[in-house]
């Protein structure tokens, strides 16, 4: 056998599996050791220079060195999101099989553009993609594709809506003051003037305020715009808030406008059957956004966005190309290119595939349910503590709360700076990690409860944190 000579960059294969063994080492036991971690972990910048910085060197220095002061001084500087008391933003916590999917398509350096470059991920895109489709009640006529998150999807939605109402010159786009900093984003980036980016109030229950959305859409209209899409919530980040579906598609096929539901954590509650109830009216949207990487428990990044009528996605993204006319070979085959704006894609669906078929649904399910029950226990240990209260009903895994002590009468600023206290410590405390969200101006704690690894006793020893933190908080303000 003639030998093969190694390339400048290559490793024999006794490097290569030494180095791949250490690094599955490395996170076997990070995972294994992560309830009893900090859940949050940062540096200052000075300090992070001073250990990485510099020019890049011209020599290499051997791999397992490198990879362990990656291990040690790079990755642990970061919020660990998949730790059991990680209740800020909203968590990620991905099964080991997601994570070993990514380690496998990096491997094969997979490419899932066309189906010419891979249709084995092309298959596998199709077959989650259809799943998705299944658990939000869309027809078989729909489709779409998975995506880096929800930040994509909203620009591939508006885009497609902008070209399915053929690329209106005044266009306007509606959302509720809480919906997320990403659809007015991808709003801009399809074009929509910043001035016609339209926030419709919400009440006390920070759903969208149908009536007053309505009038605004008829002063635009009497102005001389033309309303483009509705964008409305399954779940916001801020109190997990679902808008009022039905009303909203009705409103939308009266006015001929177009529904996009941005479910991009709340979507996947859909295959519980609590979820799914909460999520009436999703399947009449004309698209919707969702995350895997946050309540379908996989590894960053795995969005999708699904639209009822697939064919408006090739409409709006397909575009021929002189270099790729060789993909005539996956004719009548999709090519997930002409569905969205990247061509370069990660093989996205190998992990979502993978997971599911190791576990199986009914545990998905019991992982989904476990969070919707945690979030509801929750909601009655802050309304049975005499220290807390209860801020907004919960909605979706996310409790909103403060301390607000009912055995003494706090004015609105007092609270403010009580609570900011109580949050700074958390911050820097071992326990757990939350954040903060405003509820129309008042400053509110936010636990957000998705992870599969986390119990009730996680959430029960923050939140009595929380209470002993505002006591002390309240005993040493003058």
């Given at each position: 056998m003639a030998r093969v000579e190694q390339s400048?960059?290559?490793?024999?294969?006794?490097?290569?599996?030494?180095?791949?063994?250490?690094?599955?080492?490395?996170?076997?036991?990070?995972?294994?050791?992560?309830?009893?971690?900090?859940?949050?972990?940062?540096?200052?910048?000075?300090i992070l220079e001073a250990q990485l910085g510099g020019p890049p060197p011209e020599l290499g220095r051997p791999a397992e060195e490198v990879l362990e002061q990656a291990a040690r001084d790079v990755l642990p500087y970061a919020a660990r999101l998949d730790h059991p008391r990680f209740f800020g933003f909203v968590p990620s916590s991905p099964t080991w099989p997601g994570v070993v999917a990514d380690f496998l398509a990096a491997g094969f350096n997979i490419n899932s553009c066309t189906w010419l470059?891979?249709?084995?991920?092309?298959?596998?895109?199709?077959?989650?993609?259809?799943?998705?489709?299944?658990w939000i009640g869309y027809p078989e006529s729909a489709g779409g594709l998975l995506t880096s998150g929800g930040s994509a999807a909203s620009v591939e939605a508006m885009v497609t809506a902008r070209e399915a109402a053929g690329h209106p010159e005044a266009p306007a786009v509606y959302m509720s003051d809480?919906?997320?900093?990403?659809?007015?984003?991808?709003?801009?980036?399809?074009?929509?003037?910043r001035d016609c980016i339209r926030l419709a109030p919400t009440g006390d229950d920070f759903r969208t305020d149908m009536h007053e959305l309505a009038r605004m859409v008829a002063r635009d209209r009497d102005a001389g715009l033309q309303p483009l899409a509705l964008c409305a919530n399954a779940g916001t980040a801020g109190t997990g808030a679902i808008d009022p579906l039905p009303a909203m598609a009705d409103?939308?096929?009266?006015?001929?406008?177009?529904?996009?539901?941005?479910a991009a954590y709340g979507g996947f509650a859909a295959i519980t059957d609590e979820g799914r109830a909460s999520l009436d009216g999703i399947e009449r949207a004309d698209s919707v956004g969702l995350d895997a990487h946050k309540w379908f428990f996989q590894p960053y990044e795995a969005g999708a966005l699904l639209v009822k009528d697939r064919r408006r996605l090739e409409n709006a993204f397909a575009i021929g190309h002189d270099v790729l006319q060789d993909t005539v070979w996956g004719k009548n085959h999709p090519n997930f290119a002409d569905r969205?704006?990247?061509?370069?894609r990660a093989a996205r669906a190998l992990k979502i595939w993978m997971s599911v078929q190791?576990?199986?649904?009914?545990?998905?399910?019991?992982?989904?349910?476990?969070?919707?029950?945690?979030a509801r226990r929750a909601g009655a240990h802050v309304e049975a503590d005499p220290m807390l209260e209860l801020m907004t009903p919960v909605s979706l895994g996310i409790v909103c709360f403060r301390v607000n002590p009912a055995d003494r009468a706090c004015d609105e600023d007092t609270l403010d700076e009580v609570n900011r206290r109580v949050l700074a410590r958390v911050f820097w405390d071992d326990l757990a990690f939350f954040s903060s969200t405003s509820l129309k101006g008042v400053f509110s704690l936010r636990m957000c409860i998705l992870n599969h690894s986390t119990g009730w006793d996680d959430v029960r020893r923050t939140l009595e944190m929380v209470s002993r933190f505002g006591k002390e908080a309240l005993v040493r303000r003058p």
């Open positions: 400048e960059l290559g490793m024999s294969p006794q490097e290569m599996r030494r180095l791949a063994a250490r690094a599955a080492e490395i996170l076997v036991e990070r995972a294994c050791g992560l309830g009893d971690a900090k859940a949050w972990d940062g540096e200052f910048r000075q470059v891979s249709s084995g991920t092309g298959q596998l895109e199709l077959v989650v993609t259809d799943w998705i489709r299944g809480q919906s997320h900093s990403a659809l007015k984003r991808a709003a801009l980036i399809a074009g929509v003037r409103f939308c096929e009266r006015q001929g406008i177009w529904l996009h539901v941005d969205g704006q990247q061509l370069s190791t576990f199986g649904m009914a545990r998905f399910r019991a992982a989904v349910q476990n969070g919707l029950d945690l």
